[in-house]
T-cell receptor
């Protein structure tokens, strides 16, 4: 039973390009969370999705960032027109159908570097 | 006030010491609580869930005080391998709940 898979592990983009980060949740998990971690800082919530639905995007910047979790395939976090400040580690986590004490399991992250 | 607050540390302790981390949360309706561990440049990993009755897993003990909105983690007989950042995590309520992370407490165990 594979864990949460994120790819790519490392991504380098020039300013103005687009970055696409992928996350395949654990088998049987229907909830996906995206978090961003800047160097030497804590994890900041970005977005919470279920299949085909965005449940909570309160942590997502209003511009340039979008996320989806289609019926088939991985969840995608898309960053358009990247800037240097977007350089960070982006972690995806998944959890099973909502129940009282649901913990989340993390992928190894994608480290985005904008040059 | 931050949703989840932790002392960032670092806590520098000798091997074999007992160390305690504290965490407070602001949402009194929060339903579930966890401690995660994050090693440098790695993903967070679940250390343990925290139950109202308190729970223990080997050298680790977690406590929850709902009245004070306070969570603690106690590590006994610290090992070098315990050096990491410990993240207090709170899950909200309702269908739109999400895991909210504290900024973490750094622990460095030394010889």
């Amino acid at each position: 039973n594979a864990g949460v898979m994120q790819n790519p592990r490392h991504l380098v983009r020039r300013r103005g390009q687009e970055a696409r980060l992928r996350c395949s949740p654990m088998k049987g998990h229907s909830h996906v969370y995206w978090y961003r971690q800047l160097p030497e800082e804590g994890l900041k919530f970005m977005v919470y999705l279920q299949k085909e639905n965005i449940i909570d995007e309160s942590g997502m910047p209003k511009e340039r960032f979008s996320a989806e979790f289609p019926k088939e395939g991985p969840s995608i976090l898309r960053i358009q027109q990247v800037v240097r400040g977007d350089s960070a580690a982006y972690f995806c986590a998944s959890s099973p159908q909502k129940k009282r004490y649901t913990e989340a399991f993390f992928g190894q992250g994608t480290r985005l570097t904008v040059v | 006030r931050k949703e989840v607050e932790q002392d960032p540390g670092p806590f520098n302790v000798p091997e074999g010491a007992t160390v305690a981390f504290n965490c407070t949360y602001s949402n009194s309706a929060s339903q579930s609580f966890f401690w995660y561990r994050q090693d440098c440049r790695k993903e967070p990993k679940l250390l343990m869930s925290v139950y109202s009755s308190g729970n223990e897993d080997g050298r680790f003990t977690a406590q929850l005080n709902r009245a004070s909105q306070y969570i603690s983690l106690l590590i006994r007989d610290s090992k070098l391998s315990d050096s990491a950042t410990y993240l207090c995590v709170v899950n909200g309520t309702g269908t739109a709940s999400k895991l909210t992370f504290g900024t973490g407490t750094r622990l460095q165990v030394t010889l």
